[in-house]
């Protein structure tokens, strides 16, 4: 919606005639309507004037003494502080040569003198409505740049903070970092046990090597729902990338044992009652952080990590 049009008292009009009855009529008519006057007999006052305090309008004679009026338009249009303000000649001069000259150099209207009070008010008037609305259109277009700059941030976070892994639908490594250091921070300020758990599928490789990546996929994506199954909803479950999976669990102490029986149970209930190519088998490595451990969650994953590759070299050391 637009805004309504400032009211006089808000409007702040400066008037340049080196004639002083002139300005004081001037002066008079403008101020029966409430605006604000500044008054001016000579150019270089009224460009100090105009660039201490820029006003809303400007009323110009042109013939003035050591500065005409062409001449203080020209400095008042070169200047960034006072080129927007709206300038309307009057004058006495009624050629048009006159008249072209005046908007050629950025005037925005021109009263013929003698003027009248009505015309005066009414094309002061209707130059303010002009600026304003030239004003809202600026205010527009920056409020429009605003909000696709947001969008494109937002549209560039959403990239940046994409937290879910395309092929399983869990969290990725991104996402599981920034969530499970939020709840570190928690368990650690609450006292609470946490567990780290580091899985990796047995035989990816292979599966991939000889029955293919689509294969391999798939056993990938079951993997990652046989792990979705085992945790809550309160546990981040995530893909690291390739085979690797990692789970932050928020525990109490007489919990920390029971995850393996229950992901070996959905496990060997899956290998039963799925005919595929392959068997789903893991290995896995658990650490947990003990009450007012000072330890980090890269040093967790890191712990957990190994765990799970002595329990693989045990598993191809059996194998043989």
Not at 97 to 116: H, M, R, V
Not at 176 to 191: G, P, S, V, Y
Request: glycine content about 4%; some cysteine.
């Amino acid at each position: 919606m637009p805004h309504l049009l400032k009211s006089p008292s808000e409007t702040n009009i400066l008037v340049v005639d080196d004639t002083p009855d002139n300005l004081r009529l001037l002066a008079k008519i403008l101020e029966s309507q409430g605006y604000i006057i500044r008054k001016s007999l000579k150019g270089r006052m009224a460009l100090q004037a105009a660039a201490r305090h820029p006003p809303d309008l400007i009323l110009l004679d042109i013939n003035m003494p050591d500065m005409n009026g062409y001449e203080v338009c020209q400095q008042l249009k070169a200047s960034k502080t006072t080129d927007q303000i709206p300038i309307i000649f009057i004058s006495a001069l009624d050629q048009i040569n006159d008249k072209l000259q005046a908007f050629e150099l950025g005037g925005q209207d021109y009263i013929t003198k003698p003027f009248q009070e009505l015309e005066v008010l009414m094309r002061v008037k209707n130059q303010l409505l002009i600026k304003q609305q030239y004003q809202e259109l600026i205010e527009q277009n920056q409020r429009l740049e605003h909000e696709i700059k947001e969008r494109l941030k937002a549209e560039a976070d959403v990239r940046e903070l994409s937290i879910t892994d395309e092929l399983t639908g869990l969290y990725n490594r991104r996402g599981f970092f920034w969530l499970a250091n939020q709840q570190f921070k928690i368990a650690q300020r609450t006292q609470i046990f946490c567990c780290l758990l580091f899985v990796d599928i047995d035989g990816l490789k292979q599966i991939n090597d000889s029955l293919g990546h689509e294969i391999g996929d798939r056993m990938i994506v079951d993997t990652a729902q046989l792990l979705k199954q085992t945790f809550r909803d309160s546990d981040i479950v995530a893909r690291l990338g390739g085979d690797e999976f990692v789970i932050f669990v928020p525990i109490w102490p007489k919990n920390t044992d029971e995850f393996y029986p229950r992901l070996q149970a959905n496990i060997n209930r899956f290998n039963q009652e799925h005919n595929y190519l392959y068997q789903i088998s893991i290995s896995v490595g658990m650490t947990q952080s003990a009450l007012n451990e000072n330890v980090s969650l890269e040093t967790l994953i890191q712990e957990a990590d190994r765990l799970m590759f002595e329990q693989k070299r045990l598993k191809r050391l059996l194998d043989r």
